[in-house]
């Protein structure tokens, strides 16, 4: 017994001096901040921001102390996105990592994160092989399989779509599994589809269209990125298609707007958020700080990545400790998450959150409500 005490003296001083010695607690993040898919991690870099000034610090160990968001490039690049998490966990000795946004990328990402057992929060890759067989690798948004579901419903039901042509962008993870999704649910209903495809980057889809047209598709469904789907919506129009256009996800950046202008009005795309959903209770405060922050509407980027930082601080508040295993655990238990973007519970041995989906619209230059979809 008095052996006990001795050791548990010992367990309390060296925690007391461990804390005493830990002046700010580092956070990993690894976003696309640049190449053709930028808009995707500078909004997610605007969300976390706003979530610092909000929440500047953790509780830990009865104090509170700073917390440092440690950036990364991974410019849309599978290789860097492995070598972000690398330089993350072997040089900068964070215990979590927030992002990326990509499958692609977080599929790469996640690999290493997995195998040097720190978790990893990506925010908005929902590529279903980003979390599978990894006990690591969370996310804050739901999962391809949700989305082609509730696409092809979508379809058939609202759009009324019985033929529809799907543009698969072949480079992206993402692209070719949400496509897939789709045309099987899609086919459930009794719809056919058929795909043309292209390569990330690509501006002249001329010939795909053209292609595409003569099969008389009454819907255009894209389930790439926003530059290439405002090109492809051009370029429908100009071809003389007077169908509807549906997107994912991927569609859900001003620069959808800015590029496409008149040509992606109607446009309906799922993604996790709009202002106007009523989603959580922390959903409405979130949107009056991101106004008086940045003076435009929140994004559904943002508004995951900050619900991916907070998430980690519960985590790390949770454990009561910095190891990464600890913090993982944490994670893996979270239930009623109260997120911006949607209550987030994980299932016992999944990193896919229960949550709703969003169905926006493009209307009059403006991304519009069109309604929420829970599970």
């Not at 720190?118 to 690798?137: D, E, G, H, S």
């Not at 209903?189 to 980057?201: C, K, L, M, R, V």
């Not at 620069?255 to 993604?271: K, S």
Request: glycine share 8%; proline share 5%; net charge negative.
């Amino acid at each position: 017994m008095k052996r006990f005490y001795v050791f548990l003296v010992i367990a309390v001083v060296s925690l007391s001096v461990f804390a005493e010695e830990v002046t700010e607690v580092k956070i990993g993040a690894g976003w696309e901040m640049t190449g053709p898919i930028a808009g995707f991690g500078q909004m997610s870099w605007d969300g976390v921001k706003l979530a610092m000034k909000l929440r500047p610090t953790v509780n830990l160990w009865g104090k509170e102390i700073p917390v440092k968001v440690v950036l990364l490039d991974n410019k849309g690049d599978k290789a860097e996105a492995a070598n972000v998490v690398k330089r993350l966990i072997d040089f900068e000795n964070v215990p979590v990592i927030l992002g990326p946004c990509t499958s692609s990328c977080a599929l790469a990402a996640g690999a290493i994160a997995e195998q040097r057992k720190v978790a990893m929060l990506a925010n908005t890759a929902t590529n279903p092989l980003v979390t599978q067989n990894r006990r690591y690798i969370f996310r804050a948004c739901f999962t391809d399989v949700l989305q082609g579901e509730l696409l092809a419903k979508f379809a058939w039901e609202e759009l009324k779509a019985r033929h529809v042509v799907i543009m698969v962008d072949v480079a992206q993870d993402y692209v070719v599994g949400l496509a897939n999704y789709f045309k099987k649910a899609f086919a459930k209903y009794g719809g056919t589809s058929f795909e043309e495809y292209y390569n990330t980057g690509d501006q002249d889809f001329t010939a795909q269209l053209t292609d595409a047209l003569s099969h008389n598709p009454d819907t255009i469904f894209m389930p790439g990125y926003y530059a290439e789907i405002a090109l492809i919506s051009k370029q429908a129009r100009e071809l003389g298609f007077e169908g509807s256009l549906l997107a994912g996800d991927g569609a859900d950046a001003p620069e959808l707007i800015q590029i496409g202008g008149e040509f992606v009005e109607g446009l309906c795309y799922t993604t996790y958020f709009h202002q106007d959903a009523d989603l959580s209770p922390a959903t409405k405060p979130f949107v009056e700080a991101y106004w008086k922050e940045y003076n435009r509407r929140p994004d559904a980027f943002g508004a995951l990545a900050f619900d991916a930082y907070n998430l980690a601080l519960d985590a790390i508040e949770k454990a009561q400790s910095l190891d990464p295993e600890e913090i993982r655990n944490a994670l893996a238990s979270m239930k009623d998450f109260q997120g911006v973007a949607g209550t987030i519970t994980y299932p016992e041995g999944s990193g896919d959150p229960i949550k709703p989906a969003v169905i926006n619209t493009v209307e009059n230059g403006q991304f519009v409500l069109k309604t929420v979809v829970r599970p």
